[in-house]
Each structure stands twice: as structure tokens, then as C-alpha cells.
């Protein structure tokens, strides 16, 4: 890529607007967190759940991807939580979760994912979870931060 030089003079008058981003660029980012109030949510669904955490944004342009990163906690004596993102009600991420058994307390995870959701319209993306041995499973809560974070990356 060529190096270009923007005059102070272009910026005032509009700048060089997302148009004009290069491929790659970060358009807008759009974050949010939670301690649940030191609560959680407990499953024990076979299938995936919502937690009700969710982001939303609204792409500029249809051909531009989403990344998606959320991290945060959950708790299962027997260790088979998953951890997915949903678009709407389409599971769209790849599920994370713990593949050990008897593991206890609160464990950390991190999932990201990029969806090429190729429209213009607001969409949302919301962390749902699962047990698939069907035991007692616990997301968020304890007090710990989660956070989801969605950013529109330039085509």
C-alpha cells in the first residue's frame, strides 16, 4: 500500500470518510460488559441457551465482516459447558468449552469468531451455552467481568 498524506485541511473538511478505509481497517466497535451483579445464569440444557448478553451493530456496508471476541466465565463440576455466538437465533460460532472432567470453580474462556453477515441492517449477536452431559452449568457471575466486543472490519 502506498503511503498517502492527509492535509489537515482534508481532515476538517470530512476527512477520508469509510469509503475510503483501506481493506482491513476497523470501522466502529461496539463493547459490552457485565459482572451480573456477582449472579449468574445456571443451565441444564443439552442445547444451547441464552444468556442474554448480546451486542449489537449496524455494518455500513454489506461486503464489510464482523469480528467478534467475548471472554468471561463459567462453572460445571463436569466439565462440558460450551460457549457459542449466535446471529438471530443462528448458531454462527464455533461452540468452546472444557474437555476435562472434575474440574471445579469458575473457569475462564475466550471465543471469537468472524461472520460475514453482508447486510447494512442492524444485527445482533447474543452468547448462548450449553451442558451436553446435562449437569448443572453456570455462566457469567461471581462477580468477574465479561465482555463482547463486535467491530466492523473494512472489505
Same mark, same amino acid.
Given at each position: 500500500m502506498p503511503i498517502s498524506t492527509i492535509s489537515s485541511a482534508g481532515l476538517a473538511t470530512g476527512g477520508i470518510g469509510r469509503s475510503n478505509m483501506y481493506t482491513g481497517a476497523v470501522?466502529?466497535?461496539v463493547t459490552a460488559t457485565t459482572n451480573n451483579g456477582g449472579g449468574y445464569i445456571s443451565t441444564t440444557s443439552t442445547s444451547f441457551v441464552t444468556t442474554n448478553f448480546s451486542v449489537t451493530i449496524t455494518p455500513s456496508s454489506a461486503s464489510n465482516k464482523i469480528y467478534l471476541? #467475548? #471472554?468471561g466465565i463459567f462453572n460445571t463440576s463436569s466439565a462440558n459447558a460450551r460457549v457459542t455466538i449466535y446471529r438471530g437465533g443462528t448458531n454462527?460460532? #464455533?461452540s468452546v468449552g472444557m474437555t476435562q472432567t472434575n474440574l471445579s470453580g469458575?473457569?475462564?474462556y475466550c471465543i471469537n469468531y468472524l461472520d460475514s453477515p453482508a447486510t447494512t441492517s442492524a444485527t445482533t449477536y447474543t452468547i448462548y451455552y450449553l451442558n451436553s452431559s446435562g449437569a448443572t452449568s453456570y455462566w457469567g457471575g461471581d462477580g468477574q467481568l465479561t465482555s463482547f466486543t463486535a467491530m466492523e472490519i473494512a472489505a
Open positions: 470501522l466502529q466497535v471476541i #467475548s #471472554s454462527i460460532g #464455533s469458575w473457569i475462564p
